[in-house]
């Protein structure tokens, strides 16, 4: 059979890990391993559940340095982002180690009519088997998003990992090791057919990666009626209004729309500035210029390679398509090095129709508008397919709600990055960004369980009891 292998996008020739695929008829056999330990698992006390979450995050935070470092050297994050997703993902796996004591239900009312006393109440039930199939730019915290509620909950898991991210996999696995029962928890390494088996083997279905496999993810969860969630990213606006300090939005925007040379969901593709857009534009050209382009082990740099010869090829096409179609470069590239580097892109002169505008190219690669007014900012920040997140700068409180009150977005954020995610806050977007309920804080919970209504009546009374 042949093997699977992820590569160091900065030093292509480093095989960082190589499994065999597991085979679609392995994952229903293992899938029916995970459904009968997960029969124990739920019925565990939830301190018991919160020990082995907890147990997880101490081992995570104990193993930190050489977790940062596998996922610089298999996905190409720079070392202060890698390190950041590693306490990140430890901090989600403390957060649902103690949701394992949350309410599972609530109350409907005291009792029931008068003529048939007792109670009337919810709970929330594991559903079974979590089928969860991860991307590669979060290899660590990602994983754990998911697999974290999908436990507290109740549930045993099945894990698919992005090929090009396989040693951060058998990471997420060796965190679990020994903390869960056996066979609760296995991460299954493969391609498409394989993660169509996890789904096709689950109970429940996570995904989150490009629009084209999230789409065949919902139809094959939809077919076997379960329930799914899909995340598929997005071409996110910043709105920059006159009142926006340019230097430190500029900074800012430079960040979210290059940072892991733009290998993100939230990464910002789109700049819409209200008004003259020539002295903000200065500012983020010089801001881009100043970000540090190279190896990611270094801690100074913010923009390393991306993650495949392909995806370097797909960035620069889109520039080229771009150009050839009108528009400018306002950036300059940067030297030939080893690696699947691509120079941080900003463009201007761009039809917003253009599909490098429109569709999502994964890359370090931002488009700058300009709009006469808020009403013009809105209606092109919503122009886009994608709905995932928005961010607004200003310091007019008025127009700042009134574009928050505007924006179809499912994250809509203020005077902050269209980066970064708040794990304890629901998580997802509109339109083509997103399928299904929300992910992360108590939504992925609700997500991983299914809710039951208990009518518990008290028995009537019998002749003697009446009489007495």
């Not at 193993?63 to 202060?80: N, S, Y």
Request: hydrophobic letters at 45%; charged letters at 20%; glycine letters at 8%.
């Amino acid at each position: 059979m042949t093997l699977i292998q992820s590569r160091s996008p900065q030093n292509p020739d480093d095989i960082v890990e190589e499994r065999v695929p597991v085979t679609p008829e392995h994952v229903q056999v293992l899938a029916g391993r995970v459904r009968a330990a997960q029969l124990t698992w739920r019925r565990q006390d939830p301190s018991s559940r919160a020990a082995a979450l907890r147990g997880a995050a101490d081992r995570l935070r104990t193993r930190a340095d050489e977790a940062t470092a596998l996922i610089v050297r298999e996905v190409g994050k720079p070392a202060m982002e890698a390190r950041a997703e590693v306490s990140r993902a430890a901090a989600i796996l403390d957060y649902y180690a103690q949701s394992c004591f949350a309410p599972t239900g609530e109350l409907l009312a005291p009792t029931l009519p008068a003529n048939q006393p007792g109670l009337l109440f919810t709970e929330r039930r594991p559903r079974g088997v979590a089928g969860l199939v991860t991307p590669w730019n979060f290899p660590l915290a990602i994983p754990v998003w998911k697999a974290a509620p999908a436990l507290a909950a109740g549930n045993g898991v099945l894990l698919k990992p992005s090929p090009s991210a396989l040693a951060c996999g058998n990471l997420v696995q060796q965190l679990f090791d020994g903390l869960l029962p056996a066979n609760l928890l296995h991460v299954v390494p493969g391609g498409a057919d394989t993660g169509q088996a996890v789904i096709q083997a689950a109970d429940v279905a996570s995904f989150t990666g490009s629009e084209s496999v999230g789409r065949k993810v919902v139809a094959a969860a939809t077919q076997g009626g379960l329930p799914v969630q899909a995340e598929m990213g997005g071409q996110n606006a910043a709105v920059v209004l006159p009142d926006a300090d340019p230097a430190t939005t500029a900074i800012m925007l430079a960040g979210a729309a290059m940072g892991y040379a733009g290998q993100k969901c939230t990464a910002t593709r789109r700049i819409i500035v209200v008004g003259d857009a020539a002295v903000f534009t200065e500012a983020l050209v010089a801001a881009v210029a100043a970000l540090r382009v190279g190896d990611p082990t270094n801690v100074d740099v913010v923009v390393g390679p991306v993650i495949t010869e392909a995806a370097r090829h797909r960035v620069l096409d889109a520039v080229s398509a771009a150009r050839a179609a009108g528009g400018r470069v306002l950036t300059n590239d940067i030297a030939t090095r080893d690696g699947f580097y691509v120079a941080p892109t900003l463009l201007d002169s761009v039809d917003p129709g253009h599909s490098v505008a429109c569709e999502e190219t994964f890359g370090p690669v931002a488009t700058i508008f300009a709009v006469p007014n808020v009403r013009a900012a809105a209606f092109l920040a919503n122009s886009v397919r994608f709905g995932l997140v928005t961010s607004v700068h200003g310091r007019d409180i008025g127009r700042l709600f009134e574009l928050t009150k505007a924006i179809d977005t499912g994250l809509i954020r203020v005077n902050a990055p269209t980066t970064g995610v708040d794990f304890h806050a629901p998580f997802g977007g509109e339109k083509a960004s997103s399928h299904g309920p929300r992910e992360q804080g108590t939504a992925a919970l609700d997500f991983y369980t299914s809710l039951h209504t208990v009518t518990f009546a008290t028995p009537p009374l019998t002749s003697a009891e009446e009489a007495s």
